[in-house]
């Protein structure tokens, strides 16, 4: 009897294991699809790179000193001192170089992030309760999606009292979040069908229970989809603020920060080093977390699978 | 149909409403007034002489009473006065808006005799090398921010080669009227034309890729297979007449994507539109003129949106049932 019993549970470990491996985490399946697509591959090594150099570096620079203003060497082409000359104020380029793309990224995922939260919850809420409350939440996105928002954002940035970096940032998720709370809405609104929240229901789970910890799970992968594709979006919109000046402060550079400066005629045309760098390394950027992007919305789809 | 038309005009009249409200608060949160502006530096007014202005103008009536005026005014084309230009800001806008709607109407002409023809290509032909061309040029084109493009364009194309001027909307020298005149336009038009238009084919392709290939292998175009009717007529008269349709309806968030656009476009090509307009004039804190052009621009997307509504709505009686 005991080894039956004993036979019968080594049976079942064995059957979870192969389920295990048959039904592998979302991460490894991000994972195998990357490696199967070249494209992706190399863009996901390559933003590997440029983060940890744009993330490691700035602890052997010396921020006070890269951002002190030498009026001696203004405008200096590149040489061994500085690798990608200096700027309008004799600043050296390489290192405003990495600290801007450390800036521009971090504050991407602070925006990524942010418009995350406020998109899951006006989508959650909407797709849970469906009926009137959805209705009355799709109308007021349907409006908002249409505004200008680039106009509203730089307004926001102008009228704001003691503007920061957090400001900044919390003006810029303020509208990016719309998208994402219409996309979970109408997954949010199929899953509120399903048996589960049905019996959840029955059982008398609270609202917010079943939301945050059933409905979401379900949603999650659609969740980082979502997400890294924005990514690339809201750096360029930060670098594109910056660039137009109604961005970063100053004193907080950005990759736009230093592609403003193409703004002078002379800048842009003679001046490469100051500002083509930071627009290339912009380029690869986005299309580096793109293409990882498209491999993760691919991964979180079985249909669309290369692997 | 007109039942459907009056329900959707109706739909607009609360976001504009909304619209007003919400740029109108933005409008008092903006620091300074009318009076500040217009009497700036001037040592022949105290603030107390300012305070009987303003109490004359209604500036210190309850917000209700201060937005219908602006309302009201805003509705006979009084948009207030620019105390930078110290002009009326309709006539300030009138210059520049044909400027803009000029650039805007050929980037969105451009858009679309890039993307229609590159999406059917792409669906006809999946999987061939041109399609897989045109696949890594929208992803390309949906990755790269716009004021990095026009940059490197105007790098490029004016700097390096020379082949465009470096900015402006017309040579400066060229008299009005003349060939030369407008030869000069079209080559100011060119790059910020281009700089917009070769990255907005984003979701008109995308759309007409995968509409095409849906279609492809639906029941009625086999049927037109079966009975013989060339390939090439297949997709003219059969695929293209149900695709190309809806794209109408994507207008709304092109007039959007357009407005964001020519902010960029304007600064970098130094081309005098409303965009350019609206970045001066927050940098010099004109609010009046930065009110208005917030107002006129959401207005626009409104009306931009509803009209697409209406076109796909009689293009696809479907929708006309919600």
Same mark, same amino acid.
């Given at each position: ?130 009926? $009137? ?43 990016? #979040? ?130 | ?61 309850? #917000? ?60 006809? #032909?999946?999987?061939? #090398? ?132 020519? $902010? ?59």
């Amino acid at each position: 009897m005991k080894e039956l019993e004993q036979q019968l549970l080594e049976e079942k470990r064995e059957l979870m294991a192969r389920e295990k491996k048959n039904n592998p985490s979302f991460l490894k399946v991000v994972w195998r699809e990357i490696k199967s697509d070249k494209v992706a591959f190399i863009s996901f090594i390559l933003l590997i790179i440029i983060l940890m150099t744009a993330y490691i570096s700035p602890l052997f620079i010396d921020e006070a000193s890269v951002k002190r203003v030498d009026p001696f060497n203004i405008y200096n082409s590149p040489s061994a001192d500085n690798w990608l000359g200096t700027d309008d104020g004799g600043r050296d380029v390489f290192g405003q170089l990495m600290l801007g793309a450390r800036n521009s990224f971090t504050i991407g995922i602070a925006v990524t992030l942010l418009a995350a939260i406020y998109g899951l919850t006006v989508g959650l809420i909407a797709g849970y309760y469906g009926g $009137i409350v959805d209705n009355i939440i799709m109308r007021i996105i349907d409006f908002l999606m249409v505004l200008p928002s680039l106009m509203f954002i730089i307004v926001f940035v102008v009228i704001v009292p003691n503007y920061s970096v957090a400001s900044f940032i919390f003006i810029m998720s303020l509208f990016s #979040w719309f998208g994402k709370a219409r996309l979970i809405r109408s997954k949010g609104l199929a899953e509120r069908e399903l048996d589960y929240i049905n019996a959840s229901k029955t059982l008398g789970t609270p609202d917010w229970k079943i939301m945050l910890f059933e409905m979401f799970p379900n949603l999650s992968s659609l969740v980082i989809v979502n997400m890294t594709l924005t990514l690339a979006g809201n750096i360029g919109l930060e670098t594109g603020l910056t660039f137009l000046g109604f961005g970063l402060p100053t004193g907080t550079p950005s990759l736009g920060t230093l592609i403003a400066l193409a703004k002078n005629p002379d800048v842009i045309s003679t001046k490469w080093w100051v500002w083509l760098p930071a627009a290339l390394l912009i380029l690869v950027m986005m299309l580096s977390i793109n293409y990882v992007g498209q491999a993760v919305k691919r991964a979180s789809d079985a249909r669309q699978r290369l692997a | 149909m007109i039942q459907f038309i009056l329900r959707r005009s109706l739909v607009m009249i609360p976001q504009l409403i909304l619209l007003s409200i919400i740029v109108f608060f933005l409008a008092s949160a903006m620091p300074g007034d009318a009076v500040t502006g217009a009497f700036q530096n001037n040592p022949n007014v105290s603030p107390e002489q300012e305070e009987k202005i303003r109490e004359k103008f209604g500036l210190n009536d309850p #917000w209700y009473q201060q937005y219908g005026r602006w309302v009201s005014k805003a509705l006979q084309g009084d948009l207030g006065m620019s105390y930078t230009h110290k002009q009326p800001v309709t006539v300030l806008l009138k210059d520049r808006l044909s400027n803009t709607l000029l650039l805007a109407g050929v980037t969105l002409l451009v858009t679309y005799l890039i993307a229609i023809p590159l999406g059917i290509i792409a669906g006809r #032909w999946q999987d061939s #090398w041109a399609d897989k061309l045109i696949v890594t040029y929208n992803y390309v084109s949906f990755a790269t921010p716009m004021f990095v493009f026009a940059l490197l364009m105007l790098f490029v194309f004016s700097f390096q080669l020379g082949w465009f001027p470096i900015g402006g909307s017309v040579d400066i020298r060229a008299e009005g009227g003349t060939f030369d005149y407008y030869i000069s336009k079209v080559k100011h038009l060119v790059l910020p034309v281009l700089s917009g238009a070769l990255l907005m084919t984003y979701s008109t392709i995308q759309y007409l890729r995968n509409d095409i290939i849906d279609t492809k292998f639906k029941d009625f175009v086999k049927t037109a297979r079966a009975k013989g009717v060339p390939e090439n007529h297949v997709y003219t008269r059969h695929i293209l007449r149900n695709s190309l349709l809806p794209i109408a309806s994507f207008l709304g968030y092109e007039i959007t994507g357009l407005i964001g656009g020519s $902010i960029f476009i304007e600064t970098i090509f130094s081309y005098p539109g409303l965009g350019q307009l609206f970045l001066n004039s927050i940098m010099l804190r004109d609010f009046q003129v930065v009110t208005a052009l917030v107002m006129i621009s959401g207005a626009a997307v409104i009306v931009g949106t509803m009209l697409s509504d209406i076109i796909l709505s009689i293009v696809d009686p479907r929708i006309r049932i919600d």
